[in-house]
């Protein structure tokens, strides 16, 4: 309950008319009304501070059951969002395993090609090395070929003068038998030379295969003759025997 100062004064006046004045008040007895003034107001002051008018009681508990519900939707929020974060970290440390799983796999090729660039490096020398024997046997080739160039031109130069010889020595044989051809068929088979001369143009042989065929034709009868001869004499020889 609350007391109003109207309070403290009608109790004031109480006091006063259960005690009436029957003297003329004294300083002493105002001091002594002042005092239990001072009193009633001190427990004015603190029924103010304990005691609470219901409906402040009241709108403090909905207060409190107002922050206690938003409480509760704050952290009901806050789990949901909690959650949805655990889901995206638990996403992204897959995917930071990954990576890392990745970058062990590029440190691991890395490292070899390390390895495998220090024995190139290694090797460095002796590919250099190696190089300028390329290129010396490189050279050489060229070298060697450009002599096989000039032993083949030469001998493609000794192959026609040769050849040229030859040539020019069958032809001159070829002009000396013609001549002897001639002047035995003249001598003796005289219409034969002719009508063989006749035969040579109307085949259009030249001179080298005419007489190819002349002298195969020849030897062949100088292959009959002998035969014929051997067959002779072995009959003869047979027919001698007693």
């Known amino acids: 309950m609350k007391f109003s100062r109207s309070t403290s004064t009608h109790l004031t006046n109480l006091s006063f008319r259960s005690n009436p004045l029957t003297t003329i008040q004294t300083p002493q007895s105002n ?3 002042t005092e239990v003034n001072s009193k009633i107001d001190d427990l004015l002051k603190k029924s103010q501070t304990t005691f609470t008018k219901p409906e402040i009681k009241h709108q403090q508990q909905d ?3 107002t922050q206690t519900h938003s409480y509760a939707l704050i952290l009901e929020q806050i789990q949901r969002e909690k959650k ?7 996403q992204k440390d897959g995917i930071i395993r990954e990576q890392q799983n990745k970058i062990t796999q590029l440190d691991l090729q890395n490292k070899s090609l390390m390895k495998q660039l220090t024995q190139f490096n290694n090797l460095q020398p002796q590919m250099e090395k190696l190089e300028e024997q390329c290129q010396l046997i490189i050279k050489d080739n060229e070298q060697l070929k450009y002599e096989k160039n000039q032993i083949q031109t030469s001998l493609n130069y000794l ?3 040769n050849l040229q010889i030859i040539s020019n020595e069958i032809r001159n044989s070829l002009q000396q038998l013609h001549q002897q051809i001639k002047k035995h068929y003249l001598a ?3 219409d034969d030379y002719y009508n063989l001369q006749l035969s040579r143009m109307s085949l259009k042989i030249n001179d080298l295969d005419f007489y190819t065929i ?3 034709c020849l030897d062949s009868i100088l292959y009959m003759i002998k035969n014929t001869d051997n067959s002779i004499e072995n009959l003869i020889i047979k027919n001698v025997k007693p």
């Open 31 to 33: 001091s002594r009304l």
């Open 63 to 65: 207060k409190k059951l």
């Open 84 to 90: 949805q974060l655990l889901t995206i970290l638990l």
């Open 159 to 161: 192959k026609c003068q």
């Open 188 to 190: 003796n088979y005289k």
């Open 214 to 216: 002349l002298r195969d």
